[in-house]
T-cell receptor, first 114, second 113 residues
Framework: DQQVKQNSPSLSVQEGRISILNCDYTNSMFDYFLWYKKYPAEGPTFLISISSIKDKNEDGRFTVFLNKSAKHLSLHIVPSQPGDSAVYFCAAAQLTSGTYKYIFGTGTRLKVLA | ETGVTQTPRHLVMGMTNKKSLKCEQH?????MYWYKQSAKKPLELMFV???????ENNSVPSRFSPECPNSSHLFLHLHTLQPEDSALYLC????????????FGEGSRLTVL
């Protein structure tokens, strides 16, 4: 059973427009959420995170929104740039038996068109 | 230099070989993780170590054997693997024990023939 889902495997956006990447989760015990970006042949790099006590966190062009009642989070990138083209993973974290476990989605491939 | 270094970056091995993957973090973190990334699948958590102690084994087959001699180093010993074990193996670290982001290495691409 996949606890973190990214239902859109790919997304294409024109340069300068907004990119919205979505993520759904099923476990209400998750208390921390993160977005990662991954280029080919590299490890994932951290982008932005949000605690479950907040509904929005912003860092430059990146904003993460959390809707706990819907168990949904989204990443907004505005304006989108060609260098943003990569695979984006959302992750959810839960403290279990003294260990923080991070569960990842399958990723969404974003292509920003120049 | 990245904070988390993985070696080798690429490894090809036969099913009867024994090899090891190495991870080293230079961030002063106390928690280290092994993840497996297979094609079109989410990153799968394998093992977690906090302060050198294993705190999570996500039902990983015994042909994968982790070792954490200190908080900076993590190994994954491989023995009699199967072709379906071919994947990208990612190491990550985090300032433990509370929440924070994981810092990933660049991964070791393993091919089992």
């Amino acid at each position: 059973d996949q606890q973190v889902k990214q239902n859109s495997p790919s997304l294409s956006v024109q340069e300068g427009r907004i990119s919205i990447l979505n993520c759904d989760y099923t476990n209400s015990m998750f208390d921390y959420f993160l977005w990662y970006k991954k280029y080919p042949a590299e490890g994932p790099t951290f982008l932005i995170s949000i605690s479950s006590i907040k509904d929005k966190n912003e860092d430059g062009r990146f904003t993460v929104f959390l809707n706990k009642s819907a168990k949904h989070l989204s990443l907004h990138i505005v304006p989108s740039q060609p260098g943003d083209s990569a695979v984006y993973f959302c992750a959810a974290a839960q403290l279990t038996s003294g260990t923080y476990k991070y569960i990842f989605g399958t990723g969404t491939r974003l292509k920003v068109l120049a | 230099e990245t904070g988390v270094t993985q070696t080798p970056r690429h490894l090809v091995m036969g099913m009867t070989n024994k090899k090891s993957l190495k991870c080293e973090q230079h961030l002063g973190h106390n928690a280290m993780y092994w993840y497996k990334q297979s094609a079109k699948k989410p990153l799968e958590l394998m093992f977690v170590y906090n302060f050198k102690e294993q705190t999570e084994n996500n039902s990983v087959p015994s042909r994968f054997s982790p070792e954490c001699p200190n908080s900076s180093h993590l190994f994954l010993h491989l023995h009699t693997l199967q072709p379906e074990d071919s994947a990208l193996y990612l190491c990550a670290s985090r300032t433990g024990p509370n929440t924070g982001e994981l810092f990933f290495g660049e991964g070791s691409r393993l091919t089992v023939l």
